[in-house]
C-alpha cells in the first residue's frame, strides 16, 4: 500500500491468486450454510438483479465473479443512463470522485424498493449527496492498519456470517479510509463497531443501515474485495481446514478443503467468507423482500 493514499489494484499477482483460491472455498462454505430457499434462490440470480457501479478503488466485482454470481458492471456514465428497478441491489465501489445526479438518482432508486451497498469514499460523494443529514465523512483518514470489530446487530440477516466467528474477527483498514460519522441517530443502525477505531479516529461504526423510503442502504468502512486478515489471535494462522471445520462444514466440503486449501490459513479464508457471506446474503435478501407471494 502506498501511505496515505487507496491504491487502485486489487493486490499484487501472487496475493491475488490467494484469494481466488481462498473465495473458491469460501464459496462451498457458504452454499452449506444456507437453507434450500437460499440456495435456490442464489442458484437463480439473473444477472439484472444486481449491479455494480465501477469505481477507483475496491473490486466488489471480484468478489461476484469469484462467487460465479451474475452482474451488471457500468461506469459513473452508463449508470446515469441506466434504468434501475425497485427489486435491484445495486454496489457502489469506492470511488474518488461520482456525479452528483447519480447520488440523486440513487436515492430515488431506494425510496422505490432498492437496496443500496456502498464503500469508503461513497460515503462522501454519494451518501452525503443523495442521502443528506444521515452519515457523513468525520474528516479524520485512517492509516493502513487492522483493527478488531464487535458485532452490534445479530438480527441483520446481512452480517450472519461474523454470527459465530471462534476467533475475533478484525477489519483492514486502506489509508485514507473515511470513519463514519452518524448525524441520524433514530434513523441510522450501527451493525458494527470497533473500539479502536473510534479512540484513534473519533467514530467506531464499520458498517450501518438506514431506510430510505421503501429501500434500504448499507455501508461500510474500507473496502470489501482483499478483506485481508491480520494474525492477531494465534487459531488464525492455522489452516484454512480448521475455519472450515469450526463453521460447521459438511464431509464434502471438508475434503475439498483438505484437498485445495494448502497454501491459505485460517485468517485468509475467514476474510474471503465473511464478505462472501455479506454480499451474497444482501442479494439474497432483497431477492426474498421481491420473491412473489403463493
Known amino acids: 500500500m502506498i501511505q496515505n493514499q487507496m491504491n487502485d ?5 501472487a496475493g491475488d491468486e490467494k484469494m481466488k483460491k481462498a473465495y473458491k472455498l469460501a464459496k462451498s462454505l457458504l452454499k452449506d ?11 437463480n440470480i439473473d444477472q439484472s438483479d444486481v449491479v455494480v457501479v465501477s469505481g477507483t478503488y475496491d473490486h466488489i ?6 462467487l460465479n454470481l451474475p452482474f451488471i458492471e457500468v461506469n459513473h456514465s452508463q449508470f446515469l443512463e441506466l434504468n434501475l428497478k425497485g427489486d435491484q441491489t445495486v454496489f457502489v465501489n469506492c470511488a474518488a470522485d461520482f456525479p452528483p445526479e447519480g447520488a440523486r438518482k440513487l436515492a430515488t432508486f431506494v425510496a422505490k424498493g432498492g437496496q443500496l451497498i456502498t464503500t469508503d469514499w461513497a460515503l462522501k460523494n454519494v451518501l452525503e449527496v ?23 446487530d445479530r438480527e441483520d440477516p446481512v452480517i450472519a456470517g461474523f454470527l459465530d466467528e471462534e476467533t475475533e474477527p478484525v477489519w483492514w483498514l486502506e489509508g485514507s479510509s473515511y470513519p463514519i460519522k452518524i448525524l441520524d441517530k433514530e434513523k441510522v443502525k450501527v451493525l458494527m463497531k470497533s ?12 458498517i450501518v443501515r438506514f431506510n430510505h423510503g421503501d429501500g434500504v442502504v448499507y455501508h461500510m468502512l474500507s473496502h470489501f474485495y482483499l478483506q485481508r486478515t491480520e494474525t492477531r489471535e494465534a487459531k488464525q494462522t492455522g ?8 463453521k460447521g462444514a459438511t464431509s464434502e466440503t471438508m475434503a475439498q478443503y ?23 446474503r444482501a442479494i ?5 423482500k421481491w420473491k412473489p407471494k403463493k
Not at 442521502?131 to 468525520?138: E, I, L
Not at 483438505?258 to 451474497?280: D, K, R
Open 9 to 13: 489494484q486489487p493486490n499484487n499477482k
Open 195 to 206: 473500539k479502536e477505531l473510534g479512540e484513534k479516529y473519533g467514530d467506531d461504526p464499520v
Open 33 to 43: 450454510r444456507l437453507d434450500n430457499e437460499e440456495k435456490e434462490l442464489l442458484e
Open 239 to 246: 489452516t484454512a481446514s480448521t475455519y472450515a471445520m469450526s
Open 61 to 66: 466485482h471480484l468478489v461476484l465473479t469469484h
Open 258 to 280: 483438505n484437498n485445495e486449501g494448502e497454501g491459505v490459513n485460517y485468517g485468509e479464508v475467514q476474510s474471503a467468507s465473511t464478505s462472501a457471506e455479506f454480499v451474497s
Open 284 to 288: 439474497l435478501k432483497q431477492k426474498k
Open 130 to 152: 443523495g442521502f443528506p443529514n444521515t452519515v457523513a465523512y468525520n474528516g479524520k483518514p485512517t492509516g493502513d492498519e487492522v483493527v478488531r470489530i464487535e458485532l452490534l
